[in-house]
T-cell receptor, first 112, second 114 residues
Framework: RKEVEQDPGPFNVPEGATVAFNCTYSNSASQSFFWYRQDCRKEPKLLMSVYSSGNEDGRFTAQLNRASQYISLLIRDSKLSDSATYLCVVNPSMGAGTALIFGKGTTLSVSS | DVKVTQSSRYLVKRTGEKVFLECVQDMDHENMFWYRQDPGLGLRLIYFSYDVKMKEKGDIPEGYSVSREKKERFSLILESASTNQTSMYLC?????????????FGEGSWLTVV
């Protein structure tokens, strides 16, 4: 059973579109959740953390539903520069000696 | 700014060679990680370390070993490289107790085994 699952896409959208990505995780005891962005042939970088109350950063909104073990990322008014792979990331515990679990990523391509 | 440096960005090695991938971080982080990333498979954890001389196997440790003799340096070793180890290797570090929003990656090492 995969621990973090994402729709791989690709999502091909025009500039200005709104696009949503979803992610599910299998470990109900998971502690914290994040979205990372990875550009082609580059390293992943933190996009935003995800909280149960939902959080927004400009055009980006992230949401966590612990009951359904579901994480989402909404991008409004898509820009060409949003084209990238978006990784759903879960921290399974608070203890030392644990590592983040990465989803395989969802690819977004924004076209003019 | 946190800096995670992977000294070898692009390598081509022959089957059977011993390969060292070096990673150095300058933020005194306790945790260090080695991942590999392949198309369609995402990031897969090879090994990680949460203290000097400590190491833990990740999801795909076979064919790899690691060394952490100093806090700032975490080395990945391919004892006898094989073509199925052709991949991009990513090193990362984070402070102790990090929740996941303070993990930093190096730029990656692209290894081709021929």
């Amino acid at each position: 059973r995969k621990e973090v699952e994402q729709d791989p896409g690709p999502f091909n959208v025009p500039e200005g579109a709104t696009v949503a990505f979803n992610c599910t995780y299998s470990n109900s005891a998971s502690q914290s959740f994040f979205w990372y962005r990875q550009d082609c042939r580059k390293e992943p970088k933190l996009l935003m953390s995800v909280y149960s109350s939902g959080n927004e950063d400009g055009r980006f909104t992230a949401q966590l539903n612990r009951a359904s073990q579901y994480i989402s990322l909404l991008i409004r008014d898509s820009k060409l520069s949003d084209s990238a792979t978006y990784l759903c990331v879960v921290n399974p515990s608070m203890g030392a000696g644990t590592a983040l679990i990465f989803g395989k990523g969802t690819t977004l391509s924004v076209s003019s | 700014d946190v800096k995670v440096t992977q000294s070898s960005r692009y390598l081509v090695k022959r089957t059977g060679e011993k390969v060292f991938l070096e990673c150095v971080q300058d933020m005194d982080h306790e945790n260090m990680f080695w991942y590999r990333q392949d198309p369609g498979l995402g990031l897969r954890l090879i090994y990680f370390s949460y203290d000097v001389k400590m190491k833990e196997k990740g999801d795909i440790p076979e064919g790899y070993s690691v060394s952490r003799e100093k806090k700032e340096r975490f080395s990945l070793i391919l004892e006898s490289a094989s073509t199925n180890q052709t991949s991009m290797y990513l090193c990362a570090s984070s402070p102790q107790g990090a929740l996941g929003n303070t993990i930093y990656f190096g730029e990656g090492s692209w290894l081709t085994v021929v």
